[in-house]
């Protein structure tokens, strides 16, 4: 147990953003949140920031409370942001029941915050299959020798059923998964947070009006 106060005192002072952060001209900014998506994503990779795809997805969970973890995002289209998983596992059976998201980016180096809130949809069978066949073969075996997040008995368990698994993709090419899924985020709200020195920290909140998308600064 932690002495209350003790813990404060660890975080305390230790520093969140860099002192060096890109530029952000909200003014300049282009009238769609994808392309500024894009921009600031493919900034953060020349960067160098670490796992800049790792996204955190949020859902309702099927109590009503919310749920987060984080995932992989797979790809942005105009359509919208592109994360994948099981269909049966918790997040997979959330989105089913109510299919809603948020995701949200943090890139600390850059001082950068993205939220994006919208409705899901899934993949066809092509789409996930295109998505299953392209993971690593272990990624694949995981996925087809049980449910994720069930409770595992023991790691043996779990060796053997990876490795039997294995051994049936190796004999059959294109071994596919019922289950594996991907699901599009399409944007309501996406909101860009470029962090200041001075705390005035700046925020784009773009939401959908008409065909297009209505741009806001928002109080930090
Ligand atoms: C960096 C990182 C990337 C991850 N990427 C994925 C992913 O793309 N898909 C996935 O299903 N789980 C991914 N996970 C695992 C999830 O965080 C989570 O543990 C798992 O999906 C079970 O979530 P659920 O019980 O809410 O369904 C990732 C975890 C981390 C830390």
Known sequence: MSEPGLIRDVVRGVPVFPEEMPPFDPG????????????WLKRA???????????????TGEDGVP???????????????????????????????????ALTFFWPAAGRQVRIR????????????????????????????????????SREDLEAAVEEQVHRIEAADGLASTTWTVFTVAPDAVEFWQADQERRHMRLLYT??????RRELLWP
């Open 118 to 153: 919208g409705s899901v949809s899934t993949g066809t069978t092509e789409e996930n299959d295109a998505d299953f066949q392209r993971r690593h073969p272990v990624a694949r075996a995981l996925v087809l020798a049980g449910s994720q997040s069930a409770v595992l008995r």
């Open 67 to 101: 749920d987060a973890r984080v995932v992989i995002l797979k790809d942005v289209t105009s359509a919208g942001w592109q994360v994948a998983s099981s269909m049966d596992s918790p997040k997979g059976r959330q989105l089913r029941k109510h299919p809603a998201a």
């Open 28 to 39: 300049a900014a282009p009238a769609s949140p994808v392309d500024l998506f894009v921009e």
């Open 45 to 59: 990779v020349e960067d160098g920031i670490a796992a800049p795809h790792a996204v955190n997805l949020a859902t």
């Open 208 to 213: 959908r009006f008409g065909e297009g998308w």
